[in-house]
């Protein structure tokens, strides 16, 4: 193995598998559940996306589940 590498001659290409490793979605979130998340990402030294991304990839690893009760009209 050599102890230096010349990549300067190097073509780059692109990785193909980039786009399978995320999608692009548009969520409606509250202002407040925004900026809590910005906050933290802020003092994580990490942009907010990736927050949100790493705290719905645990609830999915702990296979959380939520319980939504909808009032009833009366």
Same mark, same amino acid.
């Given at each position: %193995?050599?102890?230096?590498?010349? $990549? +300067? &001659? %190097?073509? !780059?290409? &692109? =990785? @193909?598998?980039? !786009?399978? #490793?995320?999608? +692009?979605?548009? %969520? &409606?979130? !509250? *202002?407040?559940? /925004? *900026?809590? $998340?910005?906050? %933290?990402? +802020? *003092?994580?030294? /990490?942009?907010?996306? !990736?927050l949100? =991304? #790493?705290?719905?990839?645990d609830c #999915?690893?702990? =296979? &959380?589940?939520?319980? /939504?009760?909808? +009032?009833? @009209?009366?």
């Amino acid at each position: %193995m050599k102890t230096e590498y010349d $990549f +300067s &001659r %190097m073509k !780059s290409r &692109r =990785n @193909p598998y980039a !786009s399978k #490793l995320k999608k +692009s979605v548009t %969520m &409606r979130l !509250s *202002e407040d559940v /925004v *900026e809590y $998340f910005k906050a %933290m990402a +802020s *003092e994580a030294g /990490v942009p907010y996306q !990736s927050l949100i =991304n #790493l705290y719905l990839r645990d609830c #999915l690893a702990q =296979n &959380r589940r939520i319980q /939504v009760k909808w +009032s009833s @009209p009366v």
